[in-house]
C-alpha cells in the first residue's frame, strides 16, 4: 500500500525522515511489494510509535498502541478471528455502550458497519500500525492454547481407567473431545499433519507446520487405544486390526468450514501409529503469483500453459509442494471450452468441473491403465499424478503427440536431471524432444514473519562464508531475519513460498536430448539461455526479505 501525497508531506514535514532515505524506501516497497510503513519500520528510519501518531495525525483520529495491552476473552468475542483478520480490526476496550476499535484503515466503511451489526453498539475509532495489529491477533492464538490446554486435561483425567471395547472406548465422550480439541487446536495452528506417535513411555502429539515438525503435547500412554479406536471409526477402518497398515478418510466439521482428513495407520514396536494429513475443502488455488513465480520463470509457465499440446514437468523431493503447482495450473485452465481428466495417488483436493480418477494398483488401476481410459473420454489437457515407470511415461509422450496437453509429476533434484530420468525410463530421445515443452524444479522455503522481521549485519565469518553463493555487490546489502514473536510461535517464520527453477525446452535444447547428453551439458546450456538456477531464485527471495539465505540453504541441500 502506498501513501496518499497528503501523509507523504506530514512524515516528511515532520523531520523525522531525510527525503532520499524516504524515496528509498519507497522503491523498495514497489519492489518487494511490501507495505510502505513497514519498511520504514524495519529499516529503523522511524519508530514505530511516531509514525503511528503521524499517519493517526492524517486520518485525524487517536493512535493506539496494542503492544502491552491483554485483550480479554469477553472483547476478542465481539469480532470473530477471522472477520478481525480480513477487515485487519481489533476491539481493545468497551463500555456499556461502545467498543473502542483498532483499526489500520480507520476509512474503511465496510468494516465500520460490520463492526455495528455485530456488537450493536456504538464504535469509537482508533488508529494501529500493520506490525502491531498483526502481533496484537496473537491474543486469539493465545486463548486458543489456553482452552485446548484445558479441555486437554480435562478430558483426560476422565478417560483414563476406563475399560471395554475399542468401539465403546472409541466412543467414549472425553476421547471425542479430545480428538475434536486436537484437530481444531491443527487447523488454527495451520499444521499439514498430525503424528500421533506411540513410544515405550509416552504418546506424543505433534503437528508439521510450515514443513518443520514440532512437538505439541504428550498423552498417558493409557488414552492411545481409544484415540486409535476413535480415528478408526470416524475413517471407517477395521477397529479389530492392528497388525497390518491401514489407509482410510474423514471430514470434520470446524465452525461452517469442512475440513477433509487423510489418514494412515501403521502398526509400530508399541503400537499403531497415525499420521492425519489436512486438507481444507474450502482451500481455493493459489495464483501463479503467490506460489512463488516471479518474474522470467512466471513468464515462462504462463506462455506454455497456454500451448495446445505437449507436457509440462513439476518435480522435487516429497512434500515441495508440486501437486499444489499443478492445481494452480489447472485451475487457470480450467474454462468452459475444454475437458480437464487427472489421474491422481490420492485425489487431495475435489475441483468442479474436472474428471478425477484415483489409482487403484490392488484392482488394476495404475496411472498407466487411468491414462489409456482417460484417452477415451474426449479430453483436452490430461494431469497425471506421476510418472513413475517406462509405461506410464510412454504413455503421456503418445498422449502429447495425440494432441493433448499433458501434466505431471517426477522426482527429480533439479530440472535438468528431469530429461535423463526420462530417457532412463526408456523413453525414446526424439520423442521426448518432440513432447517436453517446460520443466518446473521446485523446492517450499518458511516465510519470515512480517510480525518480527528485522534487519541484521552478518558477521565476519558469515560473510565469508555467503561469498561462495552471491555476488560482491549482494554483500552489502541488507539481510533479514525473524527475532520470533507469538504470531509466529516464536520461530521467526510464518507460512511458506515456492523458490523455482524453470527449464523452457527450445530448438537447440532438443538436440542434445537427441543426443542424450548428460543432465550437467542441459543445464549448462538452459543457463545460456535464460534459466534462473534453484539456488538464485531462493537468494532473490532472500534478499528481498521474503526468506532467509539459510533457509534458502536448508532446502535446497537437502
Not at 506411540?198 to 507446520?209: A, H, K, Q, V
Not at 531462493?538 to 532467509?548: F, R, S
Request: proline residues 4%; negative net charge.
Amino acid at each position: 500500500m502506498m501513501l496518499p501525497e497528503t501523509l507523504r508531506e506530514i512524515i516528511i514535514k515532520s523531520g523525522f525522515i531525510k527525503q532520499e532515505d524516504f524515496d528509498g524506501a519507497v522503491k523498495s516497497a514497489r519492489e518487494l511489494g511490501k507495505n510502505l510503513t513497514d519498511i520504514l519500520i524495519y529499516r529503523g528510519l522511524i519508530s514505530e510509535d511516531v509514525l503511528g501518531q503521524l499517519v493517526a495525525e492524517y486520518y485525524k483520529v487517536p493512535y493506539i498502541s496494542l503492544s502491552k495491552k491483554v485483550i480479554t476473552v469477553d472483547l476478542l468475542r465481539l469480532i470473530p478471528e477471522e472477520a478481525a483478520t480480513t477487515f485487519r480490526i481489533l476491539p481493545f476496550s468497551k463500555t456499556e455502550d461502545t467498543v473502542s476499535l483498532a483499526m489500520e484503515n480507520p476509512l474503511d466503511l465496510e468494516a465500520r458497519e460490520f463492526v455495528k451489526r455485530k456488537t450493536g453498539m456504538k464504535i469509537d475509532i482508533y488508529y494501529v500500525t500493520a506490525p502491531d495489529f498483526t502481533a496484537a491477533l496473537g491474543q486469539y492464538k493465545k486463548n486458543i492454547q489456553d482452552a485446548f490446554t484445558k479441555i486437554i486435561e480435562e478430558n483426560v483425567e476422565k478417560s483414563i481407567g476406563k475399560s471395554g471395547d475399542a468401539v465403546t472406548l472409541g466412543a467414549d465422550i472425553p476421547v471425542i473431545k479430545i480428538l475434536d480439541t486436537i484437530l481444531e487446536y491443527a487447523v488454527a495452528e495451520r499444521a499439514s499433519d498430525i503424528h500421533f506417535e506411540i513410544m515405550e513411555d509416552s504418546y506424543l502429539i505433534r503437528f508439521r507446520i510450515d514443513g518443520v515438525l514440532r512437538d505439541i503435547l504428550s498423552l498417558p500412554i493409557a488414552i492411545h487405544p481409544a484415540i486409535v479406536a476413535r480415528i478408526k471409526i470416524l475413517s471407517l477402518l477395521k477397529i479389530d486390526e492392528h497388525r497390518i497398515p491401514q489407509d482410510g478418510r474423514f471430514k470434520f466439521k470446524i465452525k461452517e468450514n469442512y475440513i477433509a482428513l487423510r489418514v494412515s495407520i501403521l502398526p509400530g514396536f508399541y503400537g499403531e501409529n497415525i499420521v492425519l494429513r489436512i486438507l481444507p475443502e474450502s482451500t481455493r488455488p493459489l495464483a501463479l503469483e503467490e506460489l512463488g513465480l516471479i518474474g522470467h520463470n512466471l513468464n515462462f509457465v504462463k506462455q506454455n500453459i497456454r500451448k495446445p499440446h505437449g507436457m509440462i514437468l513439476v518435480t522435487g523431493p516429497t512434500g515441495s509442494g508440486k501437486t499444489t503447482t499443478l492445481y494452480s495450473i489447472l485451475n487457470i485452465l480450467n474454462t468452459t471450452e475444454v475437458k480437464i481428466c487427472t489421474v491422481e495417488d490420492p485425489v487431495e483436493y475435489g475441483i468442479k468441473r474436472v474428471n478425477q480418477i484415483q489409482i487403484n494398483p490392488a484392482a488394476g488401476l495404475t496411472f498407466a491403465a487411468g491414462l489409456r481410459s482417460l484417452l477415451r473420454h474426449d479430453p483436452d489437457i490430461i494431469m497425471v499424478g506421476e510418472i513413475r515407470d517406462k509405461e506410464t511415461a510412454e504413455m503421456a509422450i503418445h498422449s502429447s503427440l495425440t494432441g493433448h496437453l499433458v501434466l505431471s509429476t517426477l522426482h527429480t533434484n533439479d530440472a535438468a536431471s528431469t530429461i535423463p530420468r526420462f530417457l532412463d525410463m526408456g523413453a525414446e530421445g526424439f520423442l521426448v524432444a518432440s513432447t517436453i515443452n517446460l520443466v518446473i524444479a521446485q523446492r517450499l522455503v518458511r516465510k519470515l514473519c512480517t510480525s518480527c522481521i528485522e534487519t541484521y549485519k552478518p558477521s565476519e565469518e558469515q560473510l565469508s562464508y555467503l561469498k561462495n553463493f552471491l555476488e560482491d555487490s549482494e554483500l552489502t546489502h541488507n539481510f533479514y531475519r525473524g527475532k520470533g514473536c507469538a504470531e509466529c510461535g516464536n520461530k521467526g517464520y510464518k507460512g511458506r513460498v515456492g523458490i523455482y527453477e524453470v527449464l523452457e525446452i527450445n530448438e537447440s535444447m532438443r538436440d542434445l536430448i537427441i543426443k542424450r547428453v548428460s543432465a550437467e551439458d542441459i543445464y549448462k546450456e538452459a543457463v545460456a539461455h535464460g534459466m534462473i538456477p534453484l539456488l538464485r531464485d531462493g537468494m532473490d527471495k532472500a534478499l528481498g526479505g521474503i526468506t532467509t539465505i539459510e533457509e534458502v540453504l536448508r532446502v535446497v541441500r537437502e
